[in-house]
T-cell receptor, first 114, second 114 residues
Framework: KAGVTQTPRYLIKTRGQQVTLSCSPI?????VSWYQQTPGQGLQFLFE???????NKGNFPGRFSGRQFSNSRSEMNVSTLELGDSALYLC?????????????FGPGTRLTVL | QQQVKQSPQSLIVQKGGISIINCAYE??????FPWYQQFPGKGPALLIA?????SEKKEGRFTISFNKSAKQFSLHIMDSQPGDSATYFC?????????????FGTGTRLTVIP
């Protein structure tokens, strides 16, 4: 069974630009969550999508947005990039949207903002 | 505000020794406590998880101890091996539709020396 895939793996952008990251969950998984990982702040929850609806949202500004498609694939978008947005962005998928299902993480997209 | 506090930040253990990582939380609504292992260049992978209705859970060399009254939980790695060298994160989440919103500790970098 293929794992969670994220594209691209690496991105370099400049301040003010916008970026779109993609995540393909494990087949059959309907929940996709996004996390930001930085050395200073660690792993922080961005948002979760389940059945094409955003169900949970972390404490990030509105520049961070996402969506989920009918095939459960998800994208996240960051507009007006800032230097502080440089991070590893991880997505995680799980089988269902409730209860204690294991979240499987992808390898992440490393975003560098210059 | 860090909802899950983790210590130590780094840990060096001899091969065959016991590695102990501790976490504490404040939010009594948390009722799912997983531990994740992350190798460089990879996303976190679930090691073991516990619900607060039990005080201990063991899987192979990995044991979670949970103290509900103290709001603390810890990971014990018995017979530590060089292959265990990685960063370990504790996490917590609420149940129901919040189950996939994981609050992570800041991570512990474990080095097991031969």
């Amino acid at each position: 069974k293929a794992g969670v895939t994220q594209t691209p793996r690496y991105l370099i952008k400049t301040r003010g630009q916008q970026v779109t990251l993609s995540c393909s969950p494990i087949s059959g998984h309907r929940s996709v969550s996004w996390y930001q990982q930085t050395p200073g702040q660690g792993l922080q929850f961005l948002f979760e999508y389940f059945s094409e609806t955003q169900r949970n949202k972390g404490n990030f500004p509105g520049r961070f947005s996402g969506r989920q498609f009918s095939n459960s694939r998800s994208e996240m978008n960051v507009s007006t990039l800032e230097l502080g947005d440089s991070a590893l962005y991880l997505c995680a998928s799980s089988r269902a949207g409730v209860s204690y299902n294991e979240q499987f993480f992808g390898p992440g997209t490393r975003l560098t903002v210059l | 505000q860090q909802q899950v506090k983790q210590s130590p930040q780094s840990l060096i253990v001899q091969k065959g020794g016991i590695s102990i990582i501790n976490c504490a939380y404040e939010n009594t609504a948390f009722d799912y406590f997983p531990w994740y292992q992350q190798f460089p260049g990879k996303g976190p992978a679930l090691l073991i998880a516990i619900r607060p209705d039990v005080s201990e859970k063991k899987e192979g060399r990995f044991t979670i101890s949970f103290n509900k009254s103290a709001k603390q939980f810890s990971l014990h790695i018995m017979d530590s091996q060089p292959g265990d060298s990685a960063t370990y994160f504790c996490a917590a989440s609420r149940g129901g539709t919040g189950a996939n919103n994981l609050f992570f500790g800041t991570g512990t970098r474990l080095t097991v020396i031969p």
